[in-house]
């Protein structure tokens, strides 16, 4: 249970998948979800990893014990603050491709949403 | 199988918490900071200093956010502010959810500002809103200034920071201009005070930052 304790972040955002899923499929008449969708950025604290054990651990016994976690990490962008060039940042944030100048907006990369969901 | 486009923000939860939170903040005009740092960074010794310099002028109410232990609220208390504890029992953040029934110990009409300490980290307190009108930062230099390339979110979320410590500069290889430098790149807005609880050296800019801020929502304007 180490992991529990240490990232309960995921915890609380799998609690929220959880929560969301069961309201689709009381929605939609159904009584299974096969998969969720999701999108991470990769800003985001979320830990796929740790995401997809703690929503293991929640959903037993629910609608959703056997649903696949599909993550979908999204790059982390910035329009740069001068030349308004959109870049993706590898690893960590360096200058500007076209102007050498230091960081700017981000544009994405801290999504933490649901997109999509499979159920029957 | 019926496939459901469905678009919802994981943390829409906690935000919709935080909001509620935020107006009950508002009813009151009580300015609340989430305060923010890495355990260690000096948390509680800024707040013991901003207490001493402001609670003449200011009502101020502090919620202690730790893992385990009264320690800090016990600190806080001996300075005749009112605090309430929160454990959170493993939990490496506060969230809208569990500071809600820390309000109900106070006289939230009777303050002016309310400092909430979250649990020491750099890493999930940047995703859970609390409802605070700022986010506040704290770094000390002995932690280094690869920071904001380390925790860029945190850096990207906080309105405020400080840079404590400054008085250890000549031990340590910390340059303050680095974090400056990459915190705004991550930033453009964040205000920065490098700042020293041992000396109290850049602190009063930081306490006429907060007296301002206070003033503004309590003022109305």
Known sequence: MAILSFKMHELAMAQAILDEAQQQVEAHRAHKVLVIRLQVGELSTAMPEALTFSFEVI?????????????????????????????????RLALCPECNSAGGETISGKELMITEMEVE | MTRIKVIADILESNARIARQNAEIFNEVSLYVINLMGSPGAGKTSLLEWTIKALSEHLRIGVIEGDI????????????????????????????????????????????????????????????????????????????????????????????????????????????????????????TAIEIFPISCKTSEGLEAWSAWLKKHVGEKRGGG
């Not at chain 2, 990207?156 to 303050?176: F, I, R, T």
């Open chain 2, 68 to 187: 385990q232990s009264s320690i800090d609220a016990e600190r806080i208390s001996r300075l005749g502010i009112k605090t309430v504890q929160i454990n959170t029992g493993g939990a490496c953040h506060l969230d809208g959810n569990m500071i809600r029934p820390a309000l109900d110990d106070f006289n939230l009409k009777e303050l002016d500002l309310l400092i909430v300490e979250n649990v020491g980290n750099l890493v999930c307190p940047a995703e859970f809103e609390l409802g605070e009108d700022a986010k506040v930062m704290l770094l000390s230099v002995t932690e280094g200034d690869d920071k904001p390339q380390k925790y860029p979110l945190m850096f990207q979320q906080s309105s405020v920071l400080l840079v404590n410590k400054v008085d250890l500069l000549p031990y340590v290889d910390c340059s303050v201009d680095v974090i400056k430098e990459q915190s705004r790149a991550l930033n």
């Open chain 1, 59 to 91: 959903s037993k016994d629910t609608c959703a014990q056997d649903a696949k976690l599909d993550i979908t990490r999204v790059p982390w962008r910035i329009r740069c603050s001068s030349c308004h060039k959109e870049y993706r940042v590898h690893d």
